[in-house]
């Protein structure tokens, strides 16, 4: 029996298109890859059906975004512009997420660009699509699928960004060895039953460019230094044990906004303060949590979010910013005595910060940690807080018991970054910003209640 018996390969292709390079339709590319796998004992699902506008959506495209662990897309011209190819790209990009390194093998067949002038194309194409809609009352599964997906507005303008610069290669045995390696060097672990697994006291996250929260056992502490000095007491919770990274973030938005664009283990910046709660609602819904954010009203400039009406109710268990004191109090190594303040830190072997950053941000993970395991903490990117800034230097009138202040309109960062000197990267440093702006010093790590 092959060892690849059960392995399943999706397949999405436009089946009626006969503009292919090299073979008479698009499907015959699909078949023939289909073959070399079959022989390998691989479980390869194709449609048959050759689906026309206007019917149903079949059993095979609603599985395909939710199961579909390997799939292979043969892109052509006409894929964009069918109602039933873009619907299974949907679903596949929608939940691209659940599943630990979904291993997704784009190929490009047809003289077509996947350029800038290509996409304003199908974004005038699916505009129309919507407008024909308003003006006809019965409307068919597909063409309703269309509209709650918002015509594929959103998945074509991130196209670029998710598939890339595809080439015309089909080198269908090269497409073959990545499955095969792809299948003896992963094992799939549904992110929906690890989710709920603690490794000791701390939570590991089983998706690409993984991700681990850190146990803070609350306690009392003196935040803030010798001039601003308040008592907290702050409840157990989870924060992650890194800044979220550009990989993440890629992963879970569908684009990337870093201008320090390097690699999937940067942090990720230039974020406002609404675009890091919006990441942890999607990254709640994907590992099927709750979402702790209500985000309404919303403005948005290019892919960033400016301005929005914000509700958050803290009971719910999914992914949040931590408070500003939760921040210090992980910064301090989570010391639950009335401590000194923590001035034996070895900064040049924790944190990146002006004089040694080479005035760039650095992959995660590099310095070393603080007593608790949590890298980063000073310098790289500064971190949104969910705390508001009321205009103060000081902790009047905040509260004590840990949970974020609501006076005020900016919002805090707190940690210092890569640009900023020596003397200011420590965890009692303050800055403020409009929620709404973003530089490409802002970044964010996450958090959870206990």
């Known amino acids: ?40 004992g691989f479980d390869c699902k194709i449609d048959m059906d050759d689906l026309q506008p206007g019917d149903s959506i079949s059993a095979f495209e609603k599985e395909i975004g939710k199961k579909g662990k390997c799939i292979v897309l043969v892109l052509s011209e006409k894929y964009f512009y069918s109602e039933h190819c873009m619907y299974e790209y949907s679903q596949i990009m929608k939940f691209r997420f ?24 199908l974004i005038k194409f699916w505009e129309n699509k919507r ?12 063409e309703n699928a269309a509209k709650k997906n918002g015509f594929y507005l959103k998945e074509i303008k991130k196209i670029r960004c998710v598939l890339g ?4 290669d089909i080198d269908l045995d090269n497409y073959v060895k990545q499955i095969r390696k792809y299948y003896k060097t992963n094992y799939i672990i ?25 146990y803070v056992k609350g306690g009392k502490f003196i935040m803030g230094n010798e001039t601003n000095q308040v008592e907290k ?19 879970i938005m569908g684009y990337n906004p870093s201008k320090n664009n390097k690699g999937g283990k940067y942090p990720v910046e230039n974020v406002t303060w609404y675009d890091a709660i919006l990441f942890c609602n999607r990254l709640s819904e994907g590992l099927n949590m709750q979402k702790v954010y209500t985000i309404e009203n919303k403005t948005y400039k290019n892919e960033s979010i400016i301005e929005a009406t914000v509700t958050a109710d803290y009971s719910k268990n999914g992914f949040r910013l931590p408070t500003e004191a939760e921040w210090e109090y992980a910064a301090q190594g989570g010391k639950s005595l009335f401590s000194k303040l923590h001035r034996n830190i070895n900064i040049e072997k924790t944190a990146w910060y002006q004089q040694n950053s080479n005035g760039e941000t650095h992959r995660v993970g590099e310095k070393q940690p603080n007593r608790l395991g949590i890298y980063d903490m000073l ?42 000197s020596k003397q200011y990267c420590n965890a009692f440093e303050r800055h403020n910003q409009y929620p709404g702006n973003c530089t490409n010093c802002d970044g964010f790590r996450i958090a959870l209640n206990s």
Request: charged share 25%.
């Open 379 to 420: 310098g790289n990117v500064c971190e949104w807080c969910q705390d508001a800034w009321d205009g103060k230097s000081n902790y009047e009138n905040t509260p004590t018991d840990g949970s974020p202040n609501e006076i005020g309109y900016y919002r805090v960062l707190r940690g210092s970054c890569y640009f900023e």
């Open 233 to 251: 007491s702050i409840s157990s919770y989870f924060i992650a044990g890194t800044q979220v990274t550009q990989g993440l973030w890629l992963l």
């Open 98 to 121: 659940l599943i630990r390194q979904r291993l997704l093998l784009p190929i490009k067949s047809g003289n077509f660009k996947l350029d800038n002038t290509f996409v304003d194309k």
């Open 131 to 142: 407008e024909s809609y308003k003006q006809f009352n019965n409307h068919s599964e597909i």
């Open 1 to 40: 029996m092959s060892i690849n018996k059960g392995n399943p390969v999706y397949f999405s292709y436009a089946r009626n298109d006969n503009n292919a390079i090299g073979y008479e339709h698009i499907a015959d590319i699909a078949y023939e890859l289909e073959k070399k796998l079959d022989r390998e």
């Open 190 to 214: 549904d992110a929906y039953t690890k989710i709920k697994k603690l490794f000791s006291k701390n939570r590991d996250f089983p998706i690409p460019y993984p991700f681990t929260m850190i």
């Open 165 to 168: 610069d595809i080439k015309h």
